[in-house]
């Protein structure tokens, strides 16, 4: 079964752009949630969705924000690029129910970079 | 509040054991977990805990929870270089809910 995708995998930006970054789940995962890594900060949970619906929000500025397809392919977008903003961001995927044990499956990340 | 804190550094000898230590502040919570980053990767569950649970071994992996005061470890027997990693614990209330991260200990393996 095909892993976690996420692209694209490097990215260079300017301050006050704007990026997307695209998240694939692994097949039958409903759930997907966006960390960002930062050797400063470790890993800070953004937000999670599940069936389309945005079911956990981390402290980040509303300048961070994603969406969820029928499909479960997640986008997330940061809008307005601060240097602070250059980390890894992660994706993970994890069926997400009461039955399981909650286990997130991450893709390799996406290295953003702001100049 | 939800905080999870780790050493940042540890380095063993190969054959010994590691010990990576893990605090946590949610006495709520349920999940509890220990993840691997290699270098260039995303991160791997190596194994979990309930928090209804006091130990659990898997193989080279012996997780340890004492919930009263709120601590974790993970110990890897036998260490490996290929063990040379960040070691990430994390916690979660409920299998649905985010899970928070501590920052990490990168274990350093010396040959």
């Known amino acids: 079964k095909a892993g976690v995708t996420q692209t694209p995998r490097y990215l260079i930006k300017t301050r006050g752009q704007q990026v997307t970054l695209s998240c694939s789940p692994i097949?039958?995962?409903?759930?997907v949630s966006w960390y960002q890594q930062t050797p400063g900060q470790g890993l800070q949970f953004l937000f999670e969705?599940?069936?389309?619906?945005?079911?956990n929000k981390g402290n980040f500025p509303g300048r961070f924000s994603g969406r969820q397809f029928s499909n479960s392919r997640s986008e997330m977008n940061v809008s307005t690029l601060e240097l602070g903003d250059s980390a890894l961001y992660l994706c993970?995927?994890?069926?997400?129910?009461?039955?399981?044990?909650?286990?997130?499956?991450f893709g390799e990340g996406s290295r953003l970079t702001v100049l | 509040g939800e905080d999870v804190e780790q050493s940042l550094f540890l380095s063993v000898r190969e054959g010994d054991s590691s010990v990576i230590n893990c605090t946590y502040t949610?006495?709520?919570?349920?999940?509890l977990y220990w993840y691997k980053q290699e270098p260039g990767a995303g991160l791997q569950l190596l194994t979990y805990?309930?928090?209804?649970?006091d130990m659990k071994q898997d193989q080279r992996l012996t997780v340890l929870l004492n919930k009263k005061d709120k601590h974790l470890s993970l110990r890897i027997a036998d260490t490996q270089t290929g063990d040379s990693a960040i070691y990430f614990c994390?916690?979660?209330?409920?299998?649905?809910?985010?899970?928070?991260f501590g920052p990490g200990t990168s274990l350093s393996v010396i040959p």
């Open positions: 097949s039958g995962h409903r759930s």
């Open positions: 949610d006495s709520s919570s349920t999940y």
């Open positions: 994390a916690e979660s209330m409920r299998s649905y809910d985010k899970v928070i």
């Open positions: 993970a995927s994890s069926p997400r129910d009461r039955k399981n044990t909650g286990e997130l499956f």
């Open positions: 969705y599940f069936s389309e619906t945005q079911r």
């Open positions: 805990i309930f928090s209804n649970m």
